[in-house]
């Protein structure tokens, strides 16, 4: 009988495994926080979300900030502070510059005070070489920023505003160089601000502004981004501009060579001059998306026929204006188009019709409507029978 043995392995002998503990979890608690890369800091947690807040609530996150920066002793990738008790600014600043000596990369910053007491945003702040993205959110900040050398590293930019003054508007959202990524939301009130917008290397843009107060229109904002690739508008309010002024949408709006997507929205009235100088001046957009926010068109829902058509008169702002030459974009890149809140206005409709007949290359168009029951089956039908500049154009109505 011939026996099979398990052939001879010739070679280094195996390494004896290496044990690798976890030391860090065995370090006691007043180490533990020099390893920790996130500092998160907000006063709302439940050690200070106590219903009857007082001077003392304060007091104790003060502390408990200060308890934790000062065991941290290694570099921060991420500080956020949520402070919305705020007594005193000065360790709110100590706290922020303790965050850029340990070199943070990004800072989300929520602070709220109803003292009427202004904090105005550390120089160091303005200055700092590692800062990538930076959230601002705040009823209380002020903004002086250096008038050189300003976010040299900074790519994202997210700013909440309330009731902004134009210092803010014209000169925080100018001094970044490198920036790719800009969102501006939050409330504006009665005066009229110039938003000037420049960064060579933008290439998303939101504005999501509400209106604080009625009867302001005199808002504009100036943008020179000319790498801007998507700009996304949750309010138009710099769209009541004539464009034939010397203030008008035409003279503040860039050209946008590379923007391939762009969403516009509007709430109540629809300045249509605005969504023609867009297309004018991106050249080769491809994905639209025109959403309506209706506020005060709640009879739209009527099947009067002539009652819609004057409601959309009056409630959407002037009326559509056919271009004098078909937009670039609109004839040979536009591929698919969606409309939603459609509420079958005169305007509204002429618009559809337009982008139909003249898209040439256009794939699909989704209309969502805000017409219920018998009336959108009635805009259905109509819309169906438009002419379609593309053979392949799919229309689709919701």
Same mark, same amino acid.
């Given at each position: 009988?011939?026996?099979?043995?398990?052939?001879?392995?010739?070679?280094?002998?195996?390494?004896?495994?290496?044990?690798?503990?976890?030391?860090?979890?065995?370090?006691?608690?007043?180490?533990?926080?020099?390893?920790?890369?996130?500092? *998160?800091? *907000? *006063?709302?947690?439940?050690?200070?979300?106590?219903?009857?807040?007082?001077?003392?609530?304060?007091?104790?996150?003060?502390?408990?900030?200060?308890?934790?920066?000062?065991?941290?002793?290694?570099?921060?990738?991420?500080?956020?502070?949520?402070?919305?008790?705020?007594?005193?600014?000065?360790?709110?600043?100590?706290?922020?510059?303790?965050?850029?000596?340990?070199?943070?990369?990004?800072?989300?910053?929520?602070?709220?005070?109803?003292?009427?007491?202004?904090?105005?945003?550390?120089?160091?702040?303005?200055?700092?070489?590692?800062?990538?993205?930076?959230?601002?959110?705040?009823?209380?900040?002020?903004?002086?920023?250096?008038?050189?050398?300003?976010?040299?590293?900074?790519?994202?930019?997210?700013?909440?505003?309330?009731?902004?003054?134009?210092?803010?508007?014209?000169?925080?959202?100018?001094?970044?160089?490198?920036?790719?990524?800009?969102?501006?939301?939050?409330?504006?009130?009665?005066?009229?601000?110039?938003?000037?917008?420049?960064?060579?290397?933008?290439?998303?843009?939101?504005?999501?502004?509400?209106?604080?107060?009625?009867?302001?229109?005199?808002?504009?904002?100036?943008?020179?981004?000319?790498?801007?690739?998507?700009?996304?508008? +949750?309010?138009?309010?710099?769209?009541?501009?004539?464009?034939?002024?010397?203030?008008?949408?035409?003279?503040?709006?860039?050209?946008?060579?590379?923007?391939?997507?762009?969403?516009?929205?509007?709430?109540?009235?629809?300045?249509?001059?605005?969504? +023609?100088?867009?297309?004018?001046?991106?050249?080769?957009?491809?994905?639209?998306?025109?959403?309506?926010?209706?506020?005060?068109?709640?009879?739209?829902?009527?099947? *009067?026929?002539?009652?819609?058509?004057?409601?959309?008169?009056?409630?959407?702002?002037?009326?559509?204006?056919?271009?004098?030459?078909?937009?670039?974009?609109?004839?040979?890149?536009?591929?698919?188009? +969606?409309?939603?809140?459609?509420?079958?206005?005169?305007?509204?409709?002429?618009?559809?019709?337009?982008?139909?007949?003249?898209?040439?290359?256009?794939?699909?168009?989704?209309?969502?409507?805000?017409?219920?029951?018998?009336?959108?089956?009635?805009?259905?039908?109509?819309?169906?029978?438009?002419? +379609?500049?593309?053979?392949?154009?799919?229309?689709?109505?919701?």
């Amino acid at each position: 009988m011939v026996s099979q043995s398990k052939p001879l392995m010739l070679g280094k002998k195996p390494k004896p495994q290496v044990i690798v503990k976890d030391r860090i979890s065995q370090l006691p608690e007043s180490k533990l926080w020099a390893f920790v890369p996130n500092i *998160d800091l *907000d *006063d709302e947690h439940e050690h200070f979300s106590e219903r009857n807040r007082d001077r003392n609530d304060y007091v104790h996150f003060a502390m408990f900030v200060d308890h934790v920066l000062s065991l941290h002793e290694t570099d921060i990738h991420m500080f956020r502070l949520h402070c919305s008790i705020v007594e005193d600014f000065t360790p709110i600043e100590g706290w922020i510059c303790s965050a850029i000596g340990r070199n943070a990369v990004e800072f989300d910053l929520h602070i709220e005070s109803f003292r009427n007491k202004i904090f105005q945003l550390p120089r160091s702040v303005f200055m700092h070489k590692k800062l990538v993205v930076l959230k601002l959110n705040s009823n209380c900040l002020s903004y002086v920023p250096p008038e050189s050398g300003c976010f040299p590293s900074l790519k994202f930019l997210h700013v909440t505003v309330y009731f902004p003054n134009n210092a803010l508007a014209e000169k925080l959202f100018s001094c970044c160089p490198v920036l790719e990524d800009l969102t501006i939301d939050g409330v504006v009130g009665y005066d009229a601000l110039n938003f000037k917008i420049s960064a060579p290397e933008l290439k998303m843009l939101r504005i999501r502004l509400r209106l604080g107060a009625l009867g302001i229109d005199g808002n504009n904002f100036s943008v020179n981004a000319p790498k801007l690739e998507t700009l996304d508008v +949750t309010e138009v309010i710099f769209s009541n501009y004539n464009l034939e002024s010397s203030k008008s949408i035409g003279c503040s709006l860039p050209a946008f060579g590379n923007l391939s997507e762009l969403k516009l929205v509007v709430r109540n009235r629809y300045h249509w001059e605005l969504l +023609t100088e867009l297309l004018k001046r991106s050249p080769k957009l491809e994905h639209l998306v025109i959403e309506h926010e209706h506020e005060l068109c709640c009879t739209t829902f009527s099947d *009067d026929e002539e009652e819609v058509e004057e409601l959309s008169t009056v409630y959407l702002g002037p009326q559509w204006n056919t271009p004098e030459t078909v937009p670039i974009c609109v004839s040979s890149h536009l591929k698919t188009i +969606t409309i939603r809140g459609f509420g079958g206005g005169y305007d509204e409709m002429e618009v559809a019709k337009y982008l139909l007949e003249n898209g040439k290359v256009l794939n699909k168009m989704v209309i969502y409507s805000f017409v219920f029951s018998c009336g959108s089956e009635k805009l259905d039908k109509e819309i169906v029978m438009f002419q +379609t500049g593309s053979r392949t154009c799919q229309v689709e109505f919701f």
